[in-house]
């Protein structure tokens, strides 16, 4: 989820293990409070977690144990690094967020099973061009537009994050943070077309499940509620076009203006601070300039904030609170006896749903550099800033950090904006449990399975 250029590594003090308890109190309380707000509307408690200033004091009390653990051993490294990171996660997101709120995708397409999967289809493939933040941020209120004279549409917003936020942006390093990570690391750039194959089944498989899954819905609708759609049909426009060189902007700063690049540029010889970070605001407050806030593209988005406040509240706790836990992992990774490339897909995985996507990826990236071809039953290396890493491990630690973000809300960043987006727009979006129980585990585990024997066997 971080665009931390080198995935910085912190060696820090041994750290107690009751350090993950606020980590752990931080994701139980955002799934409880999420649920009782889905559950319980008219409780006290759901009321006060409609307000983002609840959701901030919720992240600063789990996040303090950490942060006066960390000052009392004196790992300051780890949480400036942590908060840079938290700063360079929230600037890629809150510009593009901006920039693609004044793009409007004028228009009311039929709400129909096959459009709907061809909305899905092509965020799939726009992720890896624009990034899952972008192609979400792009796609997600013309597809909530579209169905909004349905009555049966609480699993659309579902499965555009499953594939337009996760799983559709693991074909190219600007897809997903992790691969731009292994990118700036020595992976090549093209190397990640060599998971051109399990993205197609991925994709494929869960586009094929909500085909279905939508036909049953539509065929539940009301006849006033198809008039009504059918009715509301307009053909696609787009307005706010100046906002794609912006956007280009970005990915071009996000490729391009990287420390190694800024080395000699900045004082005493080492680079500029946030460089990047100041291009990407620059560039959002651009997008201000020619599409103001009253401007007809962002109000007939519904633009607005909150959306991205909500995000910023949540990840400041989340990733103040996640450092003992990374930390943990990075210190006791190499002994977890992992040597098989679905090992490595399943742990990564796993913890990428509910950790920072990126410095897991690194993590493991850096165990596997430990271990022999040989073992991964892989007989290519790919080179890794002077060392190299299996094929084989490389695919399957590739693939468990992308595809797995869509297990939970927080697993990736786009995830809970097109959430907040959803509900804004009306659509009863599944609590922070139901999300996981109810659609990421019998919809993607099964999937997730499906390319473990496929290509990781």
Known sequence: MTLQDSGHSVTAPALPQWSVVPFIGLLLTIGVMSFVASNYTHSRLSHLWEHNSSKLAIAVFWSMPVILLLVSVGAWDALIIGMEEYFAFLVLLFSLFTITGGILLDGDLHAKPRVNAGFLATGAVLANVVGTTGASMLLIRAMLRSNSHRKHTAHIPVFFIFVVSN???????????????????????FWTLNLFLPWMVAVGSVLAIFYVWDRIAYSHETPQHLREDDLAYRPMKISGRINFVWLAGVLLAVIFVTPDLLKGFGWDGTPLMFMREFILIGL??????????????RTINHFSFAPIIEVACLFFGIFIAMIPALHMLQQHGASLGITQPWQFFWITGGLSAVLDNAPTYLTFLTVAESLPALASGADTMVPIDGSFVATGYLIAISLGAVFMGAMTYIGNGPNFMVKAIAQEWGYAMPDFFSYAIRYAVPILLPVYLLIMLLFLL
């Open 284 to 297: 959002a407050g651009l997008s201000f300039v020619t599409s103001p806030m009253k401007s007809e593209t």
């Open 167 to 189: 799983i559709g942006g693991v074909l190219l390093p600007i897809g997903d943070p992790p691969l731009f990570l292994g990118y700036l690391r020595g992976v090549p750039f």
